[in-house]
Structure formats: C-alpha cells, structure tokens
C-alpha cells in the first residue's frame, strides 16, 4: 500500500479530529466523572424532609432529654434538647452516639436461649414458655429469685421489684453506684430522711472532694452547662488533674484516700471559725470534740499530705462564699468512695449550714409508687449487692434459683470479676433483658431483649445529683429495628400468668398514672418537657455522730507493703458507661495517647515513673491483690506521685468490634471493699504494683 | 510572600469561630457531632492522626512543667477557612475554593482529583484523605445524614463548618422575607458548636457587632493558631492562660512580642 | 544468531537467550510492581505507607527527581539543535530516551499516586490557573508528547523498519523538524522544572519550604531548573557508561562525557552559588519571620546531614571536581562526581517533599517520620525495570550510538 508522508499526516489527522467530533469522547469522560461519584459500593445518603423528635437519653447517669432528627421516620442524628433543663441544649458523646447504637452489631435481635453452651434464636413465644413455667415454679419460695437493675430512674424498677416481691423475694438490686452508696450513708447511717441532692445551679462556690464534675459524676452535660455559664467557682481536691481540676480555678492535689480526712481537716477550721449550724444536730458535740482533737492543723497535714496553709486558705474560701457546696463521691462516678468519704462530705456541708437551701444539699421527697406490691424507693435502694455477690461467693447466703439482670452488666462492670463470676456461676438459670451482647448476657441462659430506649416508652425520676425532684417520660421514635420487646411491658404480661397483679395494664398506663399522681403534664412531658418540684424534706433524727460512724471514723486501712501505687480510676463518656462498651463514634476521639492498637494508657507523672523504672510508652504490667492488667505508659506531670491513673471502660470481651478486646478492663484490678461501722460494701481503690513487661516476642 | 499567593476575596459576611479554650473539658461531644452529623464513618481503630478521617481533633496541650505545676488545655482544631487559605490556591483542579459570601473554604468532592497537594499545603492538618473505602456496620448507613454526600476512597475532606447548615438558615431566612446575608445570631451554627454542653464553641458573623463572636475575637484574650504565616484564620481561640496563648504560634528569641 | 536481521548493522550484541534471561529478570520485577498497583487500584492508596502527614512521598521523590535528571534530554537537545554543540549528536539519542522514560515512568506513577485516577484528566478541564500543579500537569504531559515524538524518529532506524519507504521518510521528516520539538520541549521542560520548584516555594503554610520570589515565581522555581539542567547531562551520561559496563563495549565517546561533565559542572557551580545564597535567606528571613529558628528545622532522623550533605557533599565536592579539567579527565572521578551531582539533586528533591512536612508547624504538633512500604518500592522498581527493559530493547534493536562501531573497531 502506498502512503506518502502526506497521507499518513492527513489520516493521523483526520482520525483525531474525526473522533472528537463523535460524541465517543465526550461522552466518555462525562460518564467517568458521574461514575466516579456513584460508585455501587458508596452508600447513598437519604433524601427527604428532616424532622425532629424528643427523647430521653437513657443511657446510665446521666439522663437527659435530647432531640432525634430523622429523614422519613429514620433518626439519623441525637442532639441535646435545648429545652430540656436536664440537658439545656448539651449534650455528651455518648448520648451523641444514641442513633448510631440502635445499629450496633453488638445488638441483640431475638429472643434467644442458650443450648448445649451456645444461643439460638427462638421466637417470643417459645420465650415466654420457657421463662413462666420457671417463674411460677418459684413462686412463694422466699428469695429463689433475684434481680440487678442498673437504670435506676425507671419506672420499670417497681415492675421488677414488685415481681420478685409477688414471687416472694425481696432480692432486688441496684446495680451498685453512687445512688445507692449515698442513700445507705444519708439513711441508713446518719439517720436522714429523704434522698440527697445537690443544687449546684443555686451554689457560688464548689468544692470536688474527688467527683469529676465535668466528665463522670452525676449530670456532667448540665454540669458542664453551668460550668460554661460561669456561675460558681469551681475548687478540686483529688489525686489527678482530671478535665474538672484542669478547668477549675485551683487544684488541690491529695491522694484519693486523703479527701475524707481533707474534709475534716476543713471542717476544724470551720468550727473554729463558726457558730454551730442552726439545725440542731444531734451529735455535733461529739464530732466537734473528735474533730478538734484528731484534725489539729499537724494532724490533718500528717493525714492529708497538705500544707497547712493550702487547708487554711481553703477553708477560708468555703468561710468567705455566700453559698458553697461541698461534693464527696467517687472519682469514676461509680461505686469508688468510702462511706467514710461520703460522711466527712456530707458533714462539712452540714457544717457550713448547706441543707436544704439554696445551693446547697437538697433532700429530695421519695418518688411516688405506683405498681401496689412493690417496696419502697428506699427499700429498693437498700440492697447492697456487692455485699449479697459476696456471700454468695462464700457461700454464706444460698444462691437465689434465677436472676434478672436489666441494663445491668455485672460481671463487666463490677469490682474483683473473679468474685462476681464465682457468685454468678452458682446461679444455675440466669436472664438477661439487655439489648446488647454483653459480658454478663453471654452467660445467661435465656436473652430476652429490650427496646433500645429510642425505641421504647419510659421514664427517669430524678437522676442522681438532680437539685430537685424531677420526671421526664420518653416516647419511642422509631418502630423497633429488631425483634425486641419493651421489657416492663413483657413482664406486665408475665405477671398475669402467674397471676400476680401489678396494678396496670401496660407500662404506658403505668407512667400516666405515675404521672398524675406527681401532678405532671402527659402532653408536656412526651414532649421533651420536664416535671420538677422543688419541696425538700426537713430531717429530724439527722445525726453526726452514733456507734457505727465512731467505728467507721476509727478504722484503719490495710496497705500490703508490696502495692505502693495508688490507682485513680477514670470514667469517660467516650468509653461507654457502665452499661454500654464504646461507641463506634466513641473510638475514633480516643487520642492516641488514650489507646493504641489494642493497648491502652495508664498515666503517671515522670518521678513516679522513675521509681517504678518505667518511660513514656513502655508495656507494663499492673497489679493489684485482686486481678492484673496490661498497658502502656503516657507520662502525665498531672498525676500526684506514686499515683498512676487507669481509665475505665476498655477491655469488653463481647460487645462489638468498636470495643472488644481494647485495651483491659481495669476493674478487675479493684476489689471489694465492706467497711466496718457503715457496713456499706463499695469498690475499693487499691493500691498497685507496676512493672515493665520485657520486650514482648 | 509574594503577592499573587494571597487571594483577596473581600466578603460582607466572614464567618467565624471563637473556641474558649479554658471551657473545653475535652469532652468530644463536638467530635461525635460533628462526625454523626457530616457522615464521617465510624472507624475500628482509636483515632490516628496519620490515618483518621476526621474534620474536628481535639488537641491535648501541656505546659510542659513537672508536677505539681503542670496545667493542661484542649484545643478543638475544626478547619480555619483561612482568609488567605494556603490550600485553595494550590488545587489544580479548583476543587477546594474560598469564593462564597461567609468566607468558608469549599472542598468539592466529585472534583477533587486527590493530589493531596492541598494537604502538603496547610500547616494545621485539617486536611484528610480517604485512604480507603468508608465503611459503615451493616444497617448503620440507615443513620446517614442528607446533609453531606458519602466520599468515597480517593478524595481529601475537611470541615466545612456545617456549610450544609449555613444553606438551610438561608433558605429559612428567605422564607420568611429575611435578608439571607444578615442571619441573626445563632441562627447558622455548626454541629460542634450546638453540641458543646459549656457552650466553649461560639459562631457566628466576625463582621457582625450584633454577634457575639465580633466582640469575642477582640478580646485581648484572643489569639489564632500560627498567625505569623499569614493564613488569616478565621477561627479565634481564648485563654486567660498565657502559656495557652503562647502555644498558638511559634516565637524565636529575639522576638519582642510572645504571644502573651 | 536468530534476531540478527533485526540488529543494527555491524555490531555485536549478546545471544538471544543472554538476552531473554535478562529481559526476564526485569519483567519478573515488573509483575512485582503490578501486583502492588493492582492492590491499590483495588483496594485504595491505603495500603501503601503514605499518610495523612506524608501526603507525598517516595512517588512524589522519584518523580521530582527522575524528571529532573530526565533534563538531560531537553537539555542536551537545546544544546545540540539551538546551539549547535555537534559533539552532543553521539549521545542525542540516548538522552532522548532517557528523558522519554524518566517522564513517563513518572506519569505512571502519579497515576498511582492520584486519589481519583480516573479523573486525571480534570487538570485540563477544570484547571486552576493559579496552582503550580496545574502549570506541572500541562507541560508534563506535553513535554511528553514532545519526548514520543522524538522517540518515534529513533525507532524508525532499526534496521527492517528502515527499510520500509513509508517510515524512511517519515523518519527524515521528523529529523527535519527535530530543532521546532528540540524548541518546544525546551520551552516546555523550562516551565514545569520551575513549577515543580514552583510547588514547593508557595507552601506559605510550610516554612520549610517557603522562598520568597521574584513576581509570582519564588526562588525554588529557578532552583529547581538549575539543579535540573546541572544534572540532567551527567544522568545520560552515567547511563550510557552503565550501558556500557553491562554490554562490556564502548558506546560514547570519552570527549563527550567529559563535555557532558563540564556543562554540568559549570551549571553546577551557578547552582550552588544561588542555591547557597537562597538558603542563607531563607535561614535569616523567611525563618525567623515564620517564628521559626534553623535548628527547629532539623531533627534526629531528618537532621542538619541531609542539607551538607546535599550541598557539600553532593554540591560543592563534585563541582570541583568537574570544573577542574585535569580531575574530570580522569574517568573514575568523572564518574563519580557524575553520581554525587545526581545524589544531591535527589536528596534536594527528598526533603523538599518529606522534610517539608515532617516538620511540625502548630506548636503542639510533632515530628513524624515516613517510611514508604513494600508497594511503594514495587511500583517504583517497577517503573525503574520497565525503564531498563526499554533502554535494554533499544539499545538492541536501534543504531543508538554513532560512534558504537568505530569505538569497538
């Protein structure tokens, strides 16, 4: 073929001048860039009108309302309810993470029993006649069923505890937490009436001895609201600079088992200052005595490790405020703190004439009962499950037949696992009402799933920490994503087979009667409002001194010489709470000096580290008489020497792939501590022992 | 710098963010919003700065003195929307771009080619790439916003202060027979800011007296993260701390003036 | 021999099973790199090391710096046809293919590099005016053509090609027309050497890399052209001298190789004169203006060693040496002054594009260190091997070296 020069230039040409003409590749590379934009494997966002709906966050302390958004009847989003007092517009990552939850992998979607060690699913039918039969067998048989709860605002509470009282069992418990500490201490020990709360929106000047205010304790979003508004003065006694200490104005650093003897040692000056309280306490003569003579300012230095003159300027700035408010309580926001701790708290308060007044502790009336056979608030508040797990363990108190466990994941998120697991173990049927796969689920015999609470109707009456007696109902958002049944409503039913009267029809009556009877607003209430009264309850057997606060103010404390370490336990929302693992949001905030791959950080300052022969990211080992962990080092100058912090909340065994198998549980390293005089059992911090783990092969 | 570097886009409304860093308790409430809210996917690992995709970090700052000296700060790092942005100018395909009125920095994700030019670019890592596909649990995508379209592996995010918000107030605004460029106070804020319960995070118009960021950002408090380079930010932070100040900017010896 | 009508006339070259194993060497390497480019075609960029911090890295290191090495075409081509230095003619050709492969290696690469390769061609359509990346992509891709073009005159020499009519006067027009392309491509390499520069210089976010300049181009924009034609020619030429250790023949002339080493060397030393000057202002302005000192710069692993390094080393040493005729006569040293000016450009375009943004800007940031992983090595192996085999199959079947013959006569 012949092809001159010319010709080929011309068919070169013309080729490529041709094929732009044709639509071939303009065509082609509009499609490239619609297709790279629409690739199958991205998800599609939804399209449609956004709408928004309140509900309440029910989620372990705190609980708030917030507000869901949703495209066409699908949240998509929790925000904080800016009219919800409880939240006034805030909100925490966990509740944040609400929406997301409902997806969890970690969910629960039918009933399901466990066979020959492993669960099926069965249906709700097949779940009702495997739990009644076992119920109604037990009826009448005193304590042969019991029952953990670890929301204790719910309603469901009555439902729970009068079904165990109509089959004869008066082992209902709450899952062990401030709640229940401060009641046994207010009540049982020091003789008041009521349940304390604290007004920190009327307080100007605030004193932590040991809560973190801003992040684990009581309503940290509304506390954080005030906090930002700027209304009191925030002091913080404790072993860490914590995100309450670092945003307070002063950081008093004291080791954890020091705050009560802080108090105390506060208390001496205050007496020496002021006139006694006008409340007429009984036994104010023989504190007033015991303290002037075992807080002198050398004694209290010997017991605090503070300065004198750091005591005396603290206690001059609770002397000068016009409304300070003294807080004792635990430093993860669980069930850490000594009942002697919580003594010395609520004394200084009492001290500086802070009850029942603005700002100060308020006694909150008991809740109004609705379900007939059910015990008192009080009551319910009373049972000391630690206590009970461990005669369990012993074997000093027969294990009940059956046990319930609602929102409540002991053998995660109790102290000394060992003991919590040997007590469980001899339990020989166990249920679980939870809506997620966790620890303590996984050794159920029969899993009967709750709504996740956007998908269910139910309450909170006064929140811990709450200043006055509140109620806010939340209305489900969303039908149920999975199989799953609104627990109170499910043993409603199960108490008519066993012919047991609960007194309602279904949970909804249930919180309109209870709503009625707080004279509350229904209409007002599902819809993101709040009911709250503020009538306090005047005490009149109050006492400060007696036999059991002597024995328990004598005391002295085991330090094994081996465990030179104090441990501060962390809680942080980001990590879950008691009740839920990490959110899959949740993980992704942890910085990287919080966790690594699967290993997380404990934090202590550089001379601690230098004693125990460890460095900024070295693996180490942590051990305390009850249990070891394993973790990496983060030097932090913000931690007191020869204390070391260990954050909470890592190390699930089950749950998802957001939490399971990061980092180590650290409760496994506390134990379970039952003071004498108050006789209240609670989580002790012990000390530990850490050392360097070789180059792991 | 030369002068051809600088775009010089003179807005009537400049948005702006002043972050009291001494409210921040480091709760991450904003990241969790801010994540929910832009359709950020949840990720299996803590977070890595080297590979997270995120639009808001939280930053831990220290004054470096031993116990019991020691002071801590958090900083919430959200994009600047420079006014003189380093990285809108480098994009070779206009995929990122500061030229609407409210002065946020765009970020164009069907164009944007993901030369990761702009990420070398701006010296406050807000920039992330899409290393990988974005994945979701299994029923969890159900939770995805309307707001901000998935990005798929290969393009670079950033924050966008809730953009998709600034459009909605406008809409609103027209609505109701309002002028669209003079939004009251609050009435356009981010997800970070509506989410932070000590109310740390302000928004709102820097040009405006009526919004309570102008005065804010005068404040002799007041100070932007690496100001010297000239990047303009238009995110403020606050402290009453001078050692937080300082740590906004970099300082030499001879330098008079040291950020306190 | 069974390709032996396939040779050029009168030379030896290797049996053909010699040269198979060696060609199957260099594609098992390339496999290599296409299962990593595969993995992250499939997968996405990350499975490679690259990172949020490290946006850029080995790839964009290799292509800097392949693509100014590649200088030597553009370079040599300006000198031999705008010039008219004919002594260039007897190593024209080689610094052709050279450059052909350093800048469509790179191509592949930034293929691999780009988030959304299928959208590489937005960088016409949607392009920014005012992005150094845009000047880049547009001269590169090009220069590119230009560099096929010039290729294309070269293939159409081996011997049964030739013989063809058609192509013989293709080939005779293209050679006509070579000085117009020698032109273009000059002009056009000109442009994106600086841009690369270019790149680097704006970064006012990166006080590393920030330079003042002269109206919209700062100073690393005429740097980077300067290193680039410093160290293009001695590229080629060291090539040619590695042809010539693995084929054990002469190829290039001796005279040629020291010219090549005394243009770079005079280069060189313009080069460092400003590059020396450049970084004296920018240690004493743009530094401390940033609130930045000299040793902030620096750090364990990115130390004070790569810049003497660099510029000592790599900079002043070989310059010396290849300015003084009496040191480059001597071939050994001439070689290795080749390799140093070569290694300094590499180095110079490594931190710009690592240094850079390892260092911390926000005060309460770190120092990261990259280290680029197995696929990032792949797929620049590959690029490399891909290279050989074409200089390999060229050298082979195409008349590269006029004076091959009467070398080895």
Known sequence: MALDRRGFLKFVAGGVIGTGLTPLPWKLTDDISIWTQNWPWIPHIPDGEINSAPALAKLGQPEYGILVSKVKGSPILARGNPNHPLSQGGIDPLAASSVQLLHSPARIRQPMRKKNGAFQAISWEQAIQEIAPKLSGLKGQKNKVACVSGDETSSTNEILAGLLQGLGSEKFFFHPGETTLYHHIWQKIMGGRGHLGFDLPGADLVLSLGPDLLESWGNAVSQQYLFGQGTFRLLYAGPVQNNTAAMASRWIPVHSDALGHLALALAYHILKKRSPPRQNLSGFRQLHRYVRHNYTPLEAQKKTGLEEATIQSLAGELLQARRPLVLPGSLSGSCDVSGFDLYCGFCLNLLLDRLNTAGGMQCIPEPPKVVPGAPSWSKMLSGDLLAELRRIAQGSTEAPELMLFYESNPVYSLPDSKLTRKALEKIPYKVSFSQFMDETAATCDLLLPQHHFLERLDDAFTPFSSAAANYSVGLPVLEPVHSTRSTPDLLLDLSGKLELDLGAESYETLLKEKAGLLDADWGKLTSGGMWRNNTVVSQDRLELWNDRISRMLGQDRERPDKYQVHMVPQTDRRTGSPRTAIPPFGLKTLREEELEQNTFFIRLNRQTARKNGVREGSLVKIVSPEGTCRAKVNLDEGVMTDAVVVPLGFGHTYWDQFSRGKGDNALQLFGIRCESGSGMCHCSTPRVRISKIEAAR | MSESMQIHEHFQIKWGMVIDVDKCTGCGACQVACQAENNIPPSQQSFDRLRSVHWLYVYKLENGRPYPESDIAYLPRPCMQCGNPSCASVCPVIATTKDEEGGIVSQIYPRCIGCRYCMAACPYHSRVFNWFDPVWPKGMEKTLTPYVSVRPRGVVEKCTFCHHRFQLAKRRARAEGRDPHHLKEDEYIPACAEACPTGAIAFGDLHNPEHKVHQLSRSEHAFRILERLGTEPQVYYLSRRPWVRRQGDNYVQKDQQRGE | MLDEPLLPEGVQRCSPARFLVWITLLVAVVIWGAVAAFLIFGWGLGVT?????????????????????????????????????????????????????????????????????????????????????????????????????????????????????????????????????????????????????????????????????????????????????????????????????????????????????????????????????????????????????????????????????????????????????????????????????????????????????????????????????????????????????????????????????????
């Open chain 3, 49 to 409: 090391g690259l990172n949020n911090y490290f946006g850029f890295g080995l790839w964009i290191t290799f292509d800097l710096a392949v693509i100014a090495l590649g200088a030597g075409a553009f370079f040599s081509g300006f000198l031999k046809y705008i010039l008219g230095i004919d002594e260039l003619k007897n190593i024209i050709n080689l610094a052709v293919i050279v450059g052909f492969l350093c800048y469509s290696g790179a191509m592949m690469l930034l293929v691999l590099d780009i988030g959304q390769p299928l959208r590489a061609w937005f960088g016409y359509w949607h392009a920014n005016v005012h992005s150094m990346l845009t000047e880049v992509i547009f001269c590169i891709t090009c220069y590119l053509i230009v560099l096929t073009i010039e290729f294309i005159p070269i293939i159409l020499e081996n011997r049964q090609i030739h013989k063809i009519s058609l192509f013989r006067n293709l080939a005779h027009n293209f050679h006509i027309v070579m000085p117009l392309f020698a032109a273009v491509g000059t002009f056009l390499s000109f442009f994106h050497q600086g841009s690369l520069g270019g790149m680097y210089g704006v970064l006012f976010g990166r006080p590393f890399a920030l330079r003042e300049g002269f109206f919209i181009w700062p100073w690393t924009f005429f740097l980077f052209i300067l290193s680039a034609i410093a160290s293009g020619p001695v590229f080629t030429m060291l090539i040619s001298r590695l042809m010539e250790s693995f084929t054990r023949r002469s190829l290039v002339p001796y005279s040629t190789k020291e010219l090549l080493g005394k243009i770079s060397g005079f280069l060189l030393c313009i080069y460092l004169f400003f590059k020396f000057l450049d970084t004296w202002a920018w240690a004493t302005g743009v530094l401390p203006r940033s609130g930045f000192s000299f040793e902030e710069m620096f750090n364990q692993v990115y130390g004070q060693w790569l810049l003497w390094l660099e510029l000592g080393l790599c900079g002043v040493v070989p310059a010396i040496m290849l300015v003084v005729p009496t040191l480059r006569s001597r071939p050994g040293l001439l070689y290795a002054a080749s390799f140093l000016t070569c290694a300094g450009v590499v180095v110079n375009r490594f931190v710009f594009t690592v240094q850079t943004l390892a260092i911390p800007v926000m005060p309460f940031d770190q120092w990261y260190t990259y280290i680029p992983n197995w696929t990032e090595w792949a797929t620049s192996a590959m690029v490399v091997s891909y290279s050989a085999i074409v200089v390999s199959l060229a050298h082979r079947y195409l008349p590269l070296f006029p004076k091959e013959r009467q070398l080895n006569a």
